[in-house]
């Protein structure tokens, strides 16, 4: 049974993720951690709990959700999945930094580029890779069939979806792949995005107003 733990963090409210299942085997998902006292929390958590990080998983690249990133790299020594339309995203990243007053260093990882209709496994839990670009050019959705659940990054919110108006956004393609890949999955599917509270794909179908 997978179980899920989520942290808030940085400037911006993100939502890193761990996801776990019995044998202590997980996956780091948007490792936003930006300080010392962020950072002590997720280790402590992993610590705590015996926990292997066998992948970092990034549902796209922007500053909020990678600042984490090079320690996450360093400590667990695995390779990033990413896909290869957001690696321009996160070679931005310092750039990104300036902005918010933030020194950021060049990230130097190792990247697994993944794509659409590629599958994940965390001991034959299957994840299936949905590309969702209109956020950022590379945003994924990664799926869980038989648990019911997804991780949608900056796709899809409770109640909204995410920004259009950052580099390469596009609304009507954000648009366009939520109701054609995501809404024909089963209404019950639990959506941890990468803001605010998990919802669910057949709550979005009947309440969200971008997807009336």
């Known amino acids: ?41 997720i280790d402590d958590f992993i610590t705590t709990n015996e926990l292997k990080v066998q992948k ?11 600042l984490g990133l090079q320690w996450a790299f360093d400590k667990f020594k695995t390779p990033v999945t990413l896909h290869q339309e957001d690696q321009e995203v996160l070679d931005m990243l310092q750039m990104s930094g300036m902005r918010f007053g933030l020194p950021i260093n060049p990230v130097n990882v190792d990247i697994e580029y993944i794509k659409e209709g590629d599958e994940l496994e965390l001991d034959g839990e299957k ?20 648990q019911k659940l997804m991780i949608s990054g900056d796709v899809l919110f409770e109640g909204s979806i995410g920004r259009t108006d950052l580099y390469k956004g596009n609304y009507d393609q954000l648009i366009e792949g939520i109701k054609t890949k995501l809404f024909i999955l089963d ?4 959506v941890f995005s990468g803001h605010g509270n ?7 179908k009947q309440y969200n107003p971008f997807l009336k």
Do not use: R
């Open 1 to 41: 049974m997978l179980q899920i733990q989520s942290f808030v963090f940085n400037f911006a409210s993100e939502n890193t993720y761990i996801l776990y299942n019995e044998n202590k085997n997980a996956w780091l998902i948007d490792p936003g951690n930006m300080n010392e006292q962020e950072t002590q929390l």
């Open 56 to 66: 970092i998983l990034l549902t796209h690249a922007h500053i909020d959700h990678v």
């Open 127 to 146: 994840f299936k890779i949905y590309h969702v670009p209109g956020h950022s050019p590379g945003s994924v959705v990664y799926h869980n069939n038989e």
């Open 187 to 190: 209404d019950e599917t639990q």
């Open 198 to 204: 998990p919802t669910s794909i057949g709550f979005e």
